[in-house]
């Protein structure tokens, strides 16, 4: 039995299949990967930082006339750095579908841009600085596990956003009517003119406007006044034109209407115009804040050259009322408060350069600098 048992033993083991010593063994079939599963119950707690991108538009309405407010195509941009936190909890069901409720909320100092209100009414325009300080939302979440670690899902619920405004300029409003000379185009509102006589304003002679197009001014009787322009004429030094443009309306502008030109800025010399600060008026009817630093004759490339002054935007170290053009400023005015407490004008904007893209320079036309030429064109017509 004993012999039987071995023999049976060695022919079992020699049974097995042959193979040479340098033949290679077959590959053992591999495994599937063992399959995580994924559990999305549970809470969280989030945060981060980001940038943020704003623009509010909107007309507003209040009181009754004759002292109606009116907020015309308040325009204000909005950016900068902002944080947040958050929390939540879901819960996972069915395999595949996730339900949860969160909240957040987002802070900021820096999420801040101008604003302008003009007013039909009590006063002129008002401008300043609009910030979003913060904001928080709370909602619900619905999913769908498209993969064991991977969420689609719609979320719903109620947010808040505070905007808080501070006033920069708040002597522009009622301060008896400095700036009703300041008008705008009827085509486009957020172009702005300088009325200099009962019958004339300045323009750009680069972008100009033509006969028949109608001009509007807020008057101090707090009433909307329209005037038609009949003609326009380049003012020209030495035989070459300028950047500056006399344009004359059908019609004088009756006393009654409470529209008061705007006087030039005069001095004996140019010296004196040097680190006066200026108010900017500019497109989208803003206002913002420059200082005079130079004075010169500017050849624009086009055929005209013109007397100008230059102020400049620091892009690192501007203060919150200094401001630089942008496209659409042309024609729009500065202004200095001068010696008497009224508003003079200095310059109608012309061009910026953004080249070195450390300093903006901003050129206006020097206005009182052609004050002769003006004053003989006024007269005769």
Not at 30 to 42: E, H, K, S
Not at 90 to 106: C, E, I, M, P
Not at 199 to 208: E, I, Q
């Amino acid at each position: 039995m004993k012999k039987l048992a071995f023999a049976l033993a060695a022919s079992a083991v020699l049974a097995g299949p042959a193979m040479a010593a340098d033949m290679a063994a077959k590959a053992p079939r591999p495994m599937a990967a063992p399959v995580i599963a994924t559990n999305w119950t549970g809470c969280y707690l989030s945060g981060g930082v980001g940038y943020q991108f704003d623009r509010v538009r909107h007309e507003t309405w209040g009181g009754s006339a004759p002292n109606e407010l009116r907020t015309q195509q308040s325009d204000s941009s909005l950016t900068g750095w902002y944080g947040t936190v958050g929390a939540g909890c879901d819960y996972q069901f069915n395999s595949r579908w996730v339900v949860g409720l969160f909240g957040d909320y987002t802070f900021s100092d820096d999420v801040r841009g101008d604003y302008l209100v003009r007013l039909t009414g009590p006063g002129d325009v008002t401008v300043g600085r609009l910030k979003n300080d913060w904001s928080w939302a709370i909602g619900g979440r619905l999913g769908y596990l498209v993969a064991p670690n991977v969420l689609t899902y719609v979320n719903g619920g109620y947010t808040q956003t505070h905007f808080k405004g501070i006033a920069l300029y708040d002597r522009f409003v009622n301060n008896g009517g400095l700036y009703t000379g300041v008008g705008w185009s009827m085509a486009e509102p957020n172009r702005q003119f300088a009325l200099v006589s009962p019958r004339h304003f300045v323009l750009p002679s680069h972008w100009g406007v033509t006969a028949g197009t109608q001009l509007r001014f807020l008057g101090s009787d707090g009433q909307l006044h329209t005037y038609t322009v009949d003609s326009t004429t380049q003012i020209s030094e030495n035989g070459t034109p300028t950047d500056l443009t006399l344009g004359r309306l059908t019609q004088t502008v009756p006393l009654a209407d409470g529209v008061a030109p705007l006087p030039y800025l005069r001095f004996n010399n140019e010296f004196q115009y040097w680190n006066k600060a200026l108010q900017v008026f500019g497109f989208n009817a803003r206002v913002g804040a420059g200082t005079i630093s130079a004075i010169g004759n500017v050849d624009l490339g086009n055929g005209t050259i013109s007397r100008m002054y230059r102020f400049d935007y620091t892009v690192a170290a501007g203060g919150q009322d200094d401001c630089y053009f942008v496209t659409g400023d042309s024609g729009s005015p500065s202004c200095v408060i001068a010696p008497n407490g009224k508003a003079a004008l200095t310059g109608t904007h012309t061009a910026v350069d953004t080249a070195s893209g450390v300093t903006y320079s901003n050129y206006d036309t020097f206005v009182p600098h052609y004050v002769a030429q003006l004053n003989a064109l006024t007269s005769a017509k």
